[in-house]
C-alpha cells in the first residue's frame, strides 16, 4: 500500500473533535456536520485535497501525515503545543462597555466580536464592564483528527485547482496546461481584495517542479448593477 510522502498533494476526508469532550469543531462530512450543528457554517462539505507538509493543515496534523497508508482510516491525535497552543491570561481583557455601544454592539456572553482585527468571545458581562477572551477558542486543548486519506492526487489541474483555493481563494479557476507551461484564470474575490500571487507561484514550483512557469490572470468580479 503505498505511503504519504512529503509534498504528496493528497484527498483527506476528515473529522477535527477535541479529545477531552468529543466536541466536533470541523469537518468535511455533512452527515457528522449536521450531527453536530455545524451545517450552516459552510454548504460545501466534500473531500479537501492539501499538499503535505505545505503548511495546508495545523503543523501537528500536518507532519503526522507523512508515512500513513492510503485508502485507510486513521485517528490522529495532536497535543495542544502542536495546535492552537495553551491558553494564555493575557489574552483576557477587560474592555468599557461604552466601546461596544460606540460601535453599536450589544455585548453578551458567548457572543464572538472581532476588536480592532482581534476575534474574541466575551465572557461576562457586568457594571460597565465586559470580559472578553482573544484566546483561540481551541486553545488549551489537545485535538483528535479522524481521518481517511482517500487517495494521492497525481493530476496537475488538480493540483494547480486545490493551490488555488488555498492560496487565492478562488473555487472556480480555468486552467490550462501545455507542456511546461501552466496558464490559470480566475476570478478576483469580492469587494475588490487581491490575495497576492507570489506564495502561490513559489509552492507550485517547489512542489510541481516540472512546470517551470505559471500564468495567473485575474477577471475582475463584475459589480452588482444599482437599482
Known amino acids: 500500500m503505498a505511503q504519504v510522502k512529503q509534498n504528496d498533494f493528497i484527498e483527506i476526508d476528515y473529522t477535527g473533535r477535541t479529545k477531552d469532550d468529543n ?3 470541523d469537518t468535511t462530512e455533512k452527515s457528522v456536520a449536521q450531527k453536530a450543528g455545524l451545517s450552516d457554517q459552510k454548504s460545501d ?5 492539501v499538499c ?12 503526522r501525515l507523512v508515512g500513513l497508508e492510503v ?3 486513521h485517528i490522529i491525535e495532536v497535543p495542544m503545543d502542536e495546535a492552537f497552543g495553551k491558553r494564555d491570561a493575557k489574552m483576557i481583557r477587560m474592555i468599557p462597555l461604552n466601546r461596544f455601544q460606540k460601535q453599536r454592539i450589544n455585548p ?3 457572543l464572538q466580536i472581532n476588536i480592532d482585527g482581534a476575534y474574541g468571545t466575551v465572557k461576562t458581562v457586568s457594571g460597565g464592564r465586559c470580559i472578553v477572551d482573544f484566546n483561540h477558542f481551541l486553545s488549551g486543548k489537545d485535538l483528535v483528527y479522524d481521518m481517511k486519506i482517500n487517495k494521492i492526487v497525481t493530476d496537475d489541474k488538480q493540483k494547480l485547482d486545490a493551490l488555488m483555493r488555498m492560496y487565492m481563494h478562488s473555487s472556480d479557476s480555468k486552467i490550462e496546461i501545455n507542456a511546461d507551461t501552466a496558464n490559470i484564470t480566475y476570478k ?22 516540472h512546470i517551470k512557469t505559471i500564468n495567473l490572470t485575474e477577471e475582475k468580479a463584475e459589480k452588482p448593477h444599482s437599482h
Open 108 to 110: 453578551v456572553p458567548g
Open 23 to 25: 466536541f466536533v469543531f
Open 71 to 73: 485508502g485507510k482510516s
Open 52 to 63: 503535505v507538509g505545505q503548511g495546508h493543515l495545523l503543523p501537528g496534523l500536518d507532519k
Open 45 to 49: 462539505f466534500s473531500p479537501s485535497i
Open 188 to 209: 478576483s474575490a469580492h469587494h475588490g481584495h487581491s490575495h497576492p500571487k507570489e506564495p502561490l507561484v513559489e509552492i507550485a514550483k517547489e512542489v510541481m517542479p
